[in-house]
């Protein structure tokens, strides 16, 4: 297992957390593929909005996610303080979640960060 951490910019659409972390080309054999090299199987993830953001951030399971239609409302930070990080896991043999399996969508330009453990 290996602890990881990676800061995200949102862009006012749906992105996975693939997308975010490792920004550029998806395209088939690149390592930020999904499935590919940086698509990694995680035991936990943990997600805290930035404290300079000002709204709320949304957390899904596919692009359709809105901020109508979510799994998880990220509330916006108060006076420069976040909200305490939401964690999701931990999985175990159940099957893995990965890294494109999860969707934030949020203001453009604000920042999510990611704690995550993958094996």
């Known amino acids: 297992m290996a602890l990881l951490d990676g800061t995200g910019t949102l862009s006012g659409a749906a992105q ?6 490792f920004p550029g080309t998806g395209a088939p ?6 499935g590919g090299r940086n698509d ?3 035991n936990f993830v943990s997600l805290q ?4 953001g000002s709204n709320a951030m949304f957390i899904g399971t596919s692009s359709a996610l809105t901020t109508a239609a979510y799994g998880i409302r990220l509330p916006a930070p108060a006076a420069g303080v976040p909200p305490a990080p939401y964690v999701l896991g931990a999985w175990s ?3 893995p979640v990965r890294l494109s399996n999860i969707f934030v969508i949020g203001t453009a330009a604000e920042k999510i960060h990611v704690l995550y453990d993958y094996w």
Do not use: I, Q
Request: hydrophobic residues 35%.
């Open 40 to 42: 990694v199987a995680c």
């Open 49 to 52: 909005p930035d404290g300079a």
């Open 93 to 95: 043999d159940k099957g």
């Open 29 to 34: 054999g690149s390592p930020n593929e999904v």
């Open 16 to 21: 996975s957390l693939l997308t975010l972390l």
